[in-house]
């Protein structure tokens, strides 16, 4: 069974530092693209950043050089390093395969708060 289990999230104020982390378990792992996503109340899901099996990295446009993604396929792991956050980086983040074909059951999520 494909499980993913997001932490790391919490209250930060405006211009703080947020690491998440996604732990997978029932795939393998190092073979996967991984993709990091996130909901804001009342809005669809967006990607925030893909990495291939290879380390590869993609971000949109807009959030390219605040945020980081990195793993760690001895640890079946994933992460997400936050830098500069904003109100509006406000949502659940959620891991999941990097193709949305081959998207598994969506974890919990870990909330982010931005806010003063």
């Known amino acids: 069974q494909v499980q993913f289990v997001e932490s790391g999230g919490g209250l930060v104020q405006p211009g703080g530092s947020l690491t998440l982390a996604c732990a997978a378990s029932?795939?393998?792992?190092?073979?996967?693209?991984m993709g990091w996503y996130r909901q804001a109340p009342g809005s669809q899901r967006e990607r925030v950043a893909t990495i291939t099996n290879t380390g590869s990295t993609d971000y949109p446009g807009s959030l390219k050089g605040r945020f980081t993604v990195s793993r760690d396929n001895a640890k079946n792991t994933m992460y997400l390093q936050m830098n500069s956050l904003k109100p509006e980086d406000t949502a659940v983040y959620y891991c999941n395969s990097a193709w949305s074909s081959r998207w598994w059951t969506w974890g919990q999520g870990t909330q982010v708060t931005v806010s003063s």
């Open positions: 029932g795939i393998i792992f190092s073979r996967e693209a």
